[in-house]
C-alpha cells in the first residue's frame, strides 16, 4: 500500500508537469459524460418515463454505474491500456522486477483526469438521492454501497479480462468495448428495458445486471426480494475467472521487439 | 552461476505482403510463419565472468536474455540461474538481477531521476543503509551527482544511458544484463560506460552479459564471447582465441614512388592507389618479412605499417564464415 | 494530382491490415446499434405519440451511422500530425513538394475511409436482413439515394475540415488534449450522435440544423431515410455546401499564417 501511494504521488506529479492539458482533460472528461447526460434529459423532456422508470430513478441508476466505472477506470486504468504497455515494451521492466504484475501494471497507471467523469457522477447523485423517492433506510444504503462496490470489481473485472487478450492479439480487440464503453453507456437504464435476451446475457454471461438490475429494483422498491440486495456481492466472483485468464495470458507472453 | 540446457523457442509471425491487392487478400486468410528464435541453445556462465554476447540482428540476442530475466517462457529446455529457473520463480530470480535495455527507459520521463530511484528501491525494498551506500558510490562512479535532480526528459541519451545503469544496480544485483548499453552514445559516454562496467564486474564481482553490436565494447571489456546466429549458439571461445585464429592474414599498408606489378603467391592486392596500396598476406603461405621484400624489389617504400584484422573485421569474417 | 493520389493509396491499403480490428469493429458495431435500437423501442413503447421519427427511419438512421462510423467518427485524430507540430518537425513538411493543408486533408480521409469501406458492408447488409421494423430499408427513391450519396460525400469532407481547424490550433496550444477532448464532447452532442437530433427538445431544432455539426451526419441519413422531403432536402445540401467551403477557406487561410508562425519560430 505504502507503495502504491509512492507510484501514485510520482504520477500525480509527472500529470501535474502539463497541469493546462491536465485540467483541460478533466473538463473534457466532465463534458462528455454531460453532453451524455443532457442526451437522456432530452429523452425524459420529450418521454417523461420509459417502461415504468422515472428520470429520477433512472438518474440514481445512472450515477451507480458512471461512478462505479470512473473509479475502475482512474484505478484500473493499467489495463485499459494495457496494448501501449506491451508495445513499447513496459511490461518488460514490469517482468524483471520483484513485485506481482498486476500490482505493477494496477499502480503503473493512475488517470486521474478520470475524475472528471467521478465528478459528474457525484453531483448527479446529489440530485437524484433526495428526489428518487427512495426511502434512505440502512439497507437501502447498504445496497447502494454493494451496487458501487459490484460495479467497480466487474468493470475491473473486465479491464483484466480485455488487457489479457492482449497477450494472444498484441492489440487491444474492440470488441471488448462494448463491455466496457458499452455498459457505461447503455447502463444508465436499468438493462431489464433492453428486453429478456439482453438481461438474461447480462445476468449469466457478463454479471453486470446483478450489480445494476437487481439491486435497483430493491432500492427503489419494485420489488422486496432481500436476494437482490446481495446480488452485487456474487457479481464481485467475476473477478476470479478473470484474474485466471490472465495469469494463463503472462504465461503465453511473447514480448515484441528488438 | 547460469546455465542454460537446450533452450528452444518458437514465435508465430504474422506474414504480411506488400500491396494492395495482398492486403485484401489478407483480410480473409492469414498466413503464419514459424520462426525458430532459439534451438537447442546451451551455455554456461560462471559466477564473476564478464561475456559479451554477439550476433546479427534478429540472431535470438534479445530472446535469450528474455528467458535468462523471466520476462519470456521458452518452448523447452532448462535455465537455472543461481539455482532457480526464471520464469517459475520470478519474484525470487529478478530480484538478483539488474536489466538495462538500451534503447528503452525504466525512468519516469517526468520527474526527477532521484524520485525514480526512490521508487525503485522500494520497488525492490532495498533498506536504507545500503541504499544510501550504493547511491553515493553509483552517483560518483558514474558522475550523475549533478543531474539526478532534472526530469529524465531534459537529459541528454548519454546522461539518461548512465542514470539507466544506476537504476538497474540500486539493489546490488548479483548478475547484470546490458542490452547494447552503449547504443547511440558519443564517444564521452561510451567510454564512461564501459570503464564503469569494467569497475562493477572486477570490484563487485557483478557477473555481465552484454549484447552489443559495437566491437570496441567487447575489446574494451570482454574476454569471453558468446556468438548466435540464427538460433544457435555458433562460437563459445575468448577473444584472444577468436585474434589468434583470425591472424593468419595481416594487412601491409605501403607508400611508394614506382609501381607494384608483380605479387607473389599469398598476397593479395585490396586496394590500389597511385603511390599507395594495401597489401593482404596469408601468413600461412608467405612470411610478412618476405612480403616486404617482395615489394621493395619493385618500388621504392616510403613508409609502412602491419595491421592484424580488427575485432569488427573478425566478426564480419564470422558472420560471413557461418553464413548468417 | 498524382502524387496525392499515390499517397491516397499508400496509405489506404496501409488502413486495410487491420484485419482483426476489423472484425472486432464491425461486431461491435453491430451490438452498438442493436443496443441503441433496443433502448429506443423502449421509449417507443412508453410514448410512441411522442417519437418524433416513425420506428423505420430511425432503425435506418441508426445503422447508417453504424456502418459509417469511421467516416464521421469525431474522436479520430492522426497523432502524427499533433506529434510534428508540437515537435516542431512540421517545417520538414514544408520542404515537401506537396502543400501541406491538402495532404494532411488526404491523410485523414484515407484513414477514414478505409476503414468504412472495411467495415460499412457486412454492417449494412446484416442490418438488411433483421425483422421489421429494426431493419435497414432501401432508400425511400433513387433520387434520395443519388442526393444521400453526395451530401454523405459533402458532411464527409466537412468533419475532416473541421478537424484541421482543431490540427491548426495545435500550433499555438502546443497541447492538443485538451482541446481535442473539447471537439468530441461538442461534436458528438451536435452531430446527433448521443441522440438523434429530432429528438431534441422541438425549441432548439432551428439552431442546430443552421450549426455546421448539423450538415455532417444528421443531413444525409436523413436524406437516405425520407425524414427529410422536397425542399428541405435541397437546403440542407447547401448549407452543407456552404459550411464546407468556409471551414476549407479558412482552414488554408489559418494554415499559411500557422506555418509562417513556425518557420519564424524556427521550430
Not at chain 2, 70 to 88: A, F, Q, V
Not at chain 3, 138 to 146: C, K
Amino acid at each position: 500500500m505504502k507503495l502504491y501511494l509512492k507510484y501514485a504521488s510520482i504520477i500525480l506529479k509527472s500529470q501535474m508537469q502539463y497541469k493546462t492539458s491536465f485540467f483541460m482533460s478533466v473538463i473534457g472528461q466532465f463534458l462528455v459524460s454531460f453532453t451524455v447526460y443532457l442526451g437522456l434529459y432530452f429523452m425524459f423532456h420529450r418521454f417523461h418515463s420509459v417502461s415504468g422508470f422515472t428520470y429520477s430513478e433512472v438518474l440514481l441508476c445512472f450515477s451507480a454505474v458512471l461512478f462505479s466505472y470512473s473509479l475502475a477506470e482512474c484505478f484500473v486504468r493499467g489495463f485499459d491500456v494495457f496494448s501501449l504497455i506491451i508495445s513499447n515494451g513496459e511490461f518488460d521492466r514490469i517482468m524483471v522486477r520483484p513485485r506481482n504484475e498486476i500490482f505493477q501494471v494496477l499502480a503503473s497507471r493512475i488517470e486521474f483526469s478520470r475524475l472528471g467523469r467521478f465528478l459528474q457522477a457525484m453531483a448527479m447523485f446529489a440530485y437524484a438521492i433526495p428526489v428518487s423517492g427512495v426511502v434512505w433506510t440502512y439497507d437501502k444504503i447498504l445496497t447502494l454501497t454493494f451496487m458501487l462496490a459490484g460495479g467497480f470489481f466487474v468493470f475491473s473485472g473486465l479491464f483484466i479480462l480485455y488487457a489479457a487478450i492482449c497477450f494472444f492479439t498484441l492489440e487491444g480487440l474492440e470488441f471488448m468495448n462494448i463491455f466496457t464503453d458499452g455498459a457505461r453507456e447503455f447502463g444508465k437504464y436499468p438493462f431489464s428495458i433492453y428486453g429478456e435476451s439482453v438481461l438474461k446475457f447480462l445476468t449469466y454471461v457478463i454479471p453486470m445486471a446483478l450489480f445494476q438490475y437487481y439491486p435497483f429494483l430493491y432500492l427503489t422498491g419494485k420489488s422486496s426480494r432481500t436476494l437482490y440486495m446481495f446480488l452485487p456481492l456474487a457479481g464481485m466472483l467475476f473477478l476470479i475467472p478473470c484474474l485466471i485468464f490472465w495469469r494463463i495470458g503472462v504465461r503465453h507472453y511473447k514480448s515484441t521487439g528488438s | 552461476m547460469i546455465e542454460l540446457r537446450s533452450i528452444c523457442k518458437t514465435f508465430k509471425v504474422a506474414r504480411r505482403n506488400a500491396g494492395f491487392h495482398e492486403a485484401v487478400k489478407a483480410l480473409f486468410r492469414r498466413e503464419y510463419t514459424l520462426i525458430h528464435a532459439l534451438r537447442d541453445v546451451s551455455f554456461t556462465i560462471n559466477e564473476g565472468e564478464m561475456v559479451g554476447y554477439i550476433g546479427p540482428n534478429g540472431a535470438g540476442k534479445s530472446s535469450t536474455i528474455k528467458i535468462m530475466s523471466g520476462i519470456l517462457t521458452p518452448d523447452s529446455g532448462e535455465c537455472i540461474i543461481n539455482g532457480r529457473t526464471p520464469w517459475k520463480d520470478r519474484i525470487a530470480h529478478v530480484r538478483e538481477i539488474g536489466v538495462v535495455f538500451g534503447q528503452r527507459s525504466q525512468l519516469w520521463w517526468d520527474v526527477p531521476v532521484a524520485d525514480s530511484f526512490e521508487l525503485i528501491k522500494d520497488i525492490y525494498k532495498v533498506d536504507n543503509a545500503s541504499y544510501k551506500k550504493n547511491l553515493s558510490m553509483l552517483t560518483e562512479l558514474l558522475d550523475i551527482g549533478e543531474i539526478i535532480r532534472t526530469p529524465a526528459r531534459q537529459l541528454s541519451l548519454g546522461q539518461r544511458m548512465r542514470c539507466e545503469i544506476a537504476a538497474s544496480l540500486l539493489h546490488n544485483p548479483r548478475i547484470l544484463f546490458l542490452d547494447e548499453p552503449t547504443i547511440g552514445l558519443d564517444a564521452v559516454s561510451k567510454i564512461a560506460v564501459r570503464s564503469f562496467i569494467r569497475y562493477i564486474n572486477a570490484e563487485r564481482k557483478t557477473t555481465v552479459i552484454l549484447t552489443t553490436h559495437d566491437m570496441q565494447d567487447i575489446e574494451a571489456l570482454t574476454e569471453r564471447i558468446l556468438l548466435i546466429g540464427r538460433g544457435r549458439i555458433l562460437l563459445d571461445g575468448t577473444l584472444s582465441e577468436l585474434k589468434r585464429r583470425n591472424s593468419r592474414h595481416k594487412t601491409l599498408s605501403v607508400d611508394f614512388t614506382g609501381s607494384i606489378d608483380r605479387l607473389e603467391n599469398g598476397m593479395h592486392l585490396a586496394k590500389y592507389l597511385d603511390g599507395h596500396a594495401e597489401i593482404v598476406v596469408d601468413t600461412d603461405i608467405l612470411s610478412v618479412s618476405d612480403a616486404i621484400a617482395h615489394i621493395s624489389g619493385q618500388a621504392e617504400i616510403s613508409d609502412l605499417s602491419v595491421t592484424g584484422a580488427t575485432a569488427e573485421e573478425m566478426v564480419v569474417s564470422l558472420y560471413k564464415e557461418f553464413e548468417i | 494530382m498524382k502524387k496525392y493520389l499515390s499517397f491516397f493509396r499508400i496509405r489506404f491499403s496501409n488502413g486495410l491490415q487491420y484485419r482483426a480490428a476489423a472484425w472486432a469493429g464491425v461486431s461491435t458495431q453491430f451490438v452498438w446499434g442493436g443496443m441503441t435500437l433496443l433502448l429506443f423501442r423502449a421509449f417507443y413503447q412508453t410514448g410512441s405519440q411522442a417519437f418524433p421519427m416513425t420506428f423505420p427511419e430511425l432503425s435506418s438512421y441508426i445503422w447508417l451511422q453504424q456502418a459509417f462510423l469511421a467516416l464521421y467518427m469525431s474522436w479520430y485524430f492522426d497523432n502524427e500530425i499533433f506529434d510534428s507540430i508540437i515537435s516542431g518537425n512540421v517545417s520538414y513538411e514544408l520542404c515537401r513538394p506537396m502543400d501541406t493543408y491538402t495532404m494532411w486533408f488526404i491523410k485523414n480521409m484515407s484513414v477514414r475511409l478505409s476503414r468504412a469501406v472495411l467495415r460499412c458492408m457486412p454492417i449494412l447488409i446484416v442490418a438488411a436482413f433483421l425483422p421489421e421494423p429494426y431493419n435497414i430499408s432501401l432508400p425511400v427513391s433513387l433520387s434520395a439515394g443519388l442526393l444521400f450519396l453526395l451530401s454523405m460525400t459533402l458532411g464527409f469532407m466537412l468533419l475532416v475540415a473541421f478537424s484541421m481547424l482543431i490540427y491548426i490550433s495545435a500550433f499555438y496550444t502546443l497541447s492538443p488534449m485538451g482541446i481535442r477532448i473539447l471537439t468530441i464532447s461538442v461534436l458528438e452532442f451536435f452531430t446527433g450522435a448521443i441522440i438523434p437530433l429530432p429528438f431534441f427538445p422541438e425549441s432548439l431544432q432551428t439552431l442546430l440544423y443552421l450549426l455546421p455539426f448539423a450538415s455532417i451526419q444528421n443531413t444525409p441519413f436523413q436524406i437516405y431515410n425520407g425524414y427529410m422531403k422536397g425542399n428541405e432536402v435541397s437546403a440542407a445540401i447547401m448549407i452543407q455546401a456552404v459550411w464546407l467551403l468556409v471551414l476549407l477557406a479558412s482552414g488554408k487561410l489559418l494554415m499559411k499564417q500557422a506555418l509562417r508562425k513556425a518557420v519564424v519560430q524556427g521550430g
